[in-house]
């Protein structure tokens, strides 16, 4: 049974690099691995996407391995306003068919 | 502003009623997302629309149902509701067939007394 994992929550400081990690083993062959930061009463926002390797962007990195059996977001130099629930989102093929799955979400909060 | 609309911005019916969320996509985006977000459990992918065709299910009800019309816009239909269908329901667009990035709507905040 394909499962998206995800730790619950997480502390940091503001200036501290954070990494959050999720295990997705039944990730699809041909899916990318995406992150989404959600804000209370808002709908999810699209923070980063790979496929395998390493991918960076203004905001974030993504380390993926290379049996993709996992991913890493990595938020360098945190603030405040990076508090908010982190998920992550691949396709996964179950049951014969194709679904998306989202992780259980991080709850992560920055301190001062 | 993600570009993507959805209404009714919040929604309050009784059990057993059958109701109707509605989601425009952003300009040019031909697949359309449904979620459910209730407070014990995460996001939940119900159902993904292609250009008006069905592209990949998820945990979907038997009593919900979705489609895509020709102008794009997509329609999620709850029937005989229960008070755990109590939740925030999402919509998102993306341009392609398999999902690259989704833009998420704002919701629908469903309340079933």
Not at chain 1, 67 to 75: F, G, M, P, Q
Not at chain 1, 85 to 96: I, P, R
Not at chain 2, 22 to 32: A, N
Not at chain 2, 43 to 62: D, M, P, S, V
Request: hydrophobic share 30%; with cysteine; glycine share 8%.
């Amino acid at each position: 049974l394909a499962k998206t994992t995800q730790p619950i929550s997480m502390d940091s400081y503001e200036g501290q690099e954070v990494n959050i990690t999720c295990s997705h083993n039944n990730i699809a062959t041909n899916d990318y691995i995406t992150w989404y930061q959600q804000f209370p009463s808002q709908g999810p926002r699209f923070i980063i996407q790979g496929y395998k390797t390493k991918v960076t962007n203004e905001v974030a990195s993504l380390f993926i391995p290379a049996d993709r059996k996992s991913s890493t977001l990595s938020l360098p130099r945190v603030s405040l306003s990076d508090t908010a629930v982190y998920y992550c989102l691949v396709g996964a093929e179950m049951d014969s068919s194709y679904k998306l799955i989202f992780g259980s979400g991080t709850r992560l909060l920055v301190r001062p | 502003d993600s570009g993507v609309t959805q209404t009714p911005k919040h929604l309050i019916t009784a059990t057993g009623q059958r109701v109707t969320l509605r989601c425009s996509p952003r300009s040019g985006d031909l697949s359309v997302y449904w979620y459910q977000q209730s407070l014990d459990q995460g996001l939940q992918f119900l159902i993904q629309y292609y250009n008006g065709e069905e592209r990949a299910k998820g945990n979907i009800l038997e009593r919900f149902s979705a489609q895509q019309f020709p102008d794009l816009h997509s329609e999620l239909n709850l029937s005989s509701l229960e008070l755990g269908d109590s939740a925030l329901y999402f919509c998102a667009s993306s341009k392609g067939t398999t999902y690259n990035e989704q833009f998420f709507g704002p919701g629908t905040r469903l309340t079933v007394l």
